[in-house]
């Protein structure tokens, strides 16, 4: 387990990036829609967009419940 | 951008918080019994004015990050068995891609209605039959008081688990048993199947592991989260092709998925494997209410029943879309009390024995 101090620079980098990730996609809303619908082998685009959210914004939340104190216990599923 | 107009819509800042709080919702009933929160997703989106086909494509584009983001926490909780869910997921790909054929076929010959009549149909049909025998399995257990018992496999599943079929057997780490692989391909394939029809496959496949497999019910929700990853990554491949996702809609609805995702993943190391049982029942018998209430209007409009009234049709419609928002509701409440409960209990035993509360 990191510091308490480590977790909330981790929480505020992986923020402020997925923070910046959302005005780059909404700034430049017309332009990314026109090449995400051209289709056929352009599907990498809106498929590359969702992992690249996934990865910054997951690492946020995931953070941002750690920093609040709501953790999960390893449980090993149970059987 | 005049010419996108016509399909993709303007997002204003109300359209985005309403997304946000579905998405979130949604994502944490997912994060917590494997699936089932996207299916309130389509008709919100469509409620905005976002085309049928562009909302479906929308909601398949959030589906699959926000699967792999729920797969590899709920990992960290050792609760995925990857391989089962890779192999199920190949199989379930299969099923999405006949599922479409038939809803396509359907809507050819039948029109819109019939497409939703069809819908409606298997909505009824498998909600009735799995979402009862859940249901009435969390209660068998709840009556018993055997809530703390660790889960054995049923009867079936032993059955299953029983026979062998040379060269196809292959361990897996949820069953702690070997199983033939061919019978987890039906199950892969009818998980994709009712994906493709009402949106949720994990209605069929978590239960499936449970009850056919074997699975420990934790360990089958999250592992329904890599066969869901699978199957939406090929169905955002197949609609973006085609160029109809709107991936604006997709990452606002994915920001508020992904805090649902993780504080429903925590939620299920706190509480009894039961719990996964009685969330995912409950919101399948009220689905199966909001689905039979709509289920007149499409019959009349295929000339099955009298024609309704304008307004009794309109009343029925917005009353079944109000039950669905109910069922998410209530499951996700149940979640979040349950992460409450388990918590307080928790830190409680720990304040008593004076060690770290939390490992993750």
Known sequence: ?79 | MEDLAVSFIEIGLSEAAFLLVVGFVGGLVSGFIGSGGAFVLTPAMMSLGVPGIVAVASNICHKFPKALVGAIKRARYGQVDLKLGLVMGVSAEAGVLYGAHIQESIKRSFGDAGSNLYVSAAFILVLGIVGGYVLRDAWRIYRSGRMDAIEKAGRLARRVQSVRIPGTMVYFKSLDAKISVLFTIPLGFATGMLAATIAVGGFIGVPGLIYVLGAPAVMASATELVIAFVMGLGGTIKFAWSGLVDIRLAMIILAGSLFGVQLGAIGTTYVKPFTIKVVMGVIMVVILLSRAIIVPVYMAQLGILQPLDETVAAVLSKASFVVMVIALVVGASIILYALWHGRRAHLAQHEMLEEPVATD
């Open chain 1, 1 to 79: 387990m990191s510091s308490p101090r480590t977790e909330v620079w981790k929480a505020a980098a992986f923020g402020v990036t997925s923070f910046l990730l959302y005005f780059i996609l909404f700034e430049f809303e017309g332009e990314i829609l026109d090449v995400s619908i051209r289709g056929r082998w352009l599907f990498i685009v809106p498929v590359g967009i969702a992992l690249a959210f996934s990865f910054v914004h997951g690492a946020f939340t995931a953070n941002f419940w750690r920093v609040l104190g709501i953790r999960g216990i390893k449980n090993g599923g149970d059987r």
